[in-house]
T-cell receptor
Framework: AQKITQTQPGMFVQEKEAVTLDCTYD???????LFWYKQPSSGEMIFLIY??????QNATEGRYSLNFQKARKSANLVISASQLGDSAMYFC???????????????FGTGTRLTIIP | GAVVSQHPSRVICKSGTSVKIECRSL??????MFWYRQFPKKSLMLMAT?????????EQGVEKDKFLINHASLTLSTLTVTSAHPEDSSFYIC????????????FGPGTRLTVT
């Protein structure tokens, strides 16, 4: 079973509009973390935002916010006031702590290609 | 801060040769480094996790004799693709986790390997 599911392979959004990128996850570990990364065409992975499973409030970082719904196991990324520079691939990832604390790995979703239209 | 470099950024090699990719944390010490592989338009797949001074832990299906990982210091890890073949052509990305941050991984810019 997929641990991280991103159901939107591609999205087109008008500049200045808000956009929501979907991410659902599957884990039985009570302690985990959720990440969003941006990958422009140059290839580097840029960290955007992090949400811990025990965090009470949704994470926010500037124009990025994470809509964390634990019961639904979803961690959607919301980008407000989209800009042309937001065009990129976006990956949702999960880190499970498990029993081997310190060596936790990230599992990535398949990504969503976001294109901002002028 | 928290910059990770990779060298080379691009490499083209002939089939049968070996290629070494370096991953360096420039302004922090990294107890753990990760190596990922990304096929075109695909997600990142973890290959192995390396801790400084110990053997790397490889993911299922990754040949440890083909992808040699050495984490010799707190700022350097190397991935050597031995006897490379065209199917090894891919984008290889490393990440490093600082000692002082519990959850963050900082990614390198990636290395594009083409085996002819």
């Amino acid at each position: 079973a997929q641990k991280i599911t991103q159901t939107q392979p591609g999205m087109f959004v008008q500049e200045k509009e808000a956009v929501t990128l979907d991410c659902t996850y599957d884990t039985s570990d009570p302690s985990y973390g959720l990440f969003w990364y941006k990958q422009p065409s140059s290839g580097e992975m840029i960290f955007l935002i992090y949400q811990g499973s025990y965090d009470q409030q949704n994470a926010t970082e500037g124009r990025y916010s994470l809509n964390f719904q634990k019961a639904r196991k979803s961690a959607n990324l919301v980008i407000s006031a989209s800009q042309l520079g937001d065009s990129a691939m976006y990956f949702c990832a999960m880190r499970e702590f498990g029993s081997n604390f310190g060596n936790e790995k990230l599992t990535f979703g398949t990504g969503t290609r976001l294109t901002i239209i002028p | 801060g928290a910059v990770v470099s990779q060298h080379p950024s691009r490499v083209i090699c002939k089939s049968g040769t070996s290629v070494k990719i370096e991953c360096r944390s420039l302004d922090f010490q990294a107890t753990t480094m990760f190596w990922y592989r990304q096929f075109p338009k695909k997600s990142l797949m973890l290959m192995a996790t390396s801790n400084e001074g110990s053997k790397a832990t490889y993911e299922q299906g990754v040949e440890k004799d083909k992808f040699l990982i050495n984490h010799a210091s707190l700022t350097l890890s190397t991935l050597t693709v031995t006897s490379a073949h065209p199917e090894d052509s891919s984008f290889y990305i490393c990440s490093a986790r600082p000692r002082t941050v519990s959850y963050e991984q900082y990614f390198g810019p990636g290395t594009r390997l083409t085996v002819t």
